[in-house]
């Protein structure tokens, strides 16, 4: 079974910077698309971004020009860039991944652990 683990996260001054990564191990597989979602309290939880294995990026509208979104296939790793972070970035950060095992070809679907990103003053 697929893995992902996350690090990065913490509090930031309103118009910092952080960057998260997610690596995903432990099983045979090919992975189509990872990604990053949030959840702020009391709100549910959104995609902020996503990246496929062919490097097409997508971003929510409140992220676009602050974040980015890249991976490493060879390490099946995503990282997400966060510049010029506003105190409603502030959520528990999950990374994704989706795709399928090699092998059985069945499909996969995990979720990292969640980081909190606080922005602050």
């Known amino acids: 079974q697929v893995q992902l683990v996350q690090s990065g996260g913490g509090l930031v001054q309103p118009g910092g910077s952080l960057r998260l990564s997610c690596a995903a191990s432990?099983?045979?597989?090919?992975?189509?698309?990872m990604g990053w979602y949030r959840q702020a309290p009391g709100k549910e939880r959104e995609l902020v971004a996503a990246v496929t294995s062919g490097g097409i990026a997508n971003y929510a509208d409140s992220v676009k020009g602050r974040f980015t979104i890249s991976r490493d296939n060879a390490k099946n790793t995503v990282y997400l860039q966060m510049n010029s972070l506003k105190p409603e970035d502030t959520a528990v950060y999950y990374c994704n991944a989706a795709g399928v095992y090699l092998f059985s070809r069945n499909k996969l679907d995990a979720w990292g652990q969640g980081t909190l990103v606080t922005v602050s003053s």
């Open positions: 432990g099983g045979i597989f090919n992975i189509n698309t």
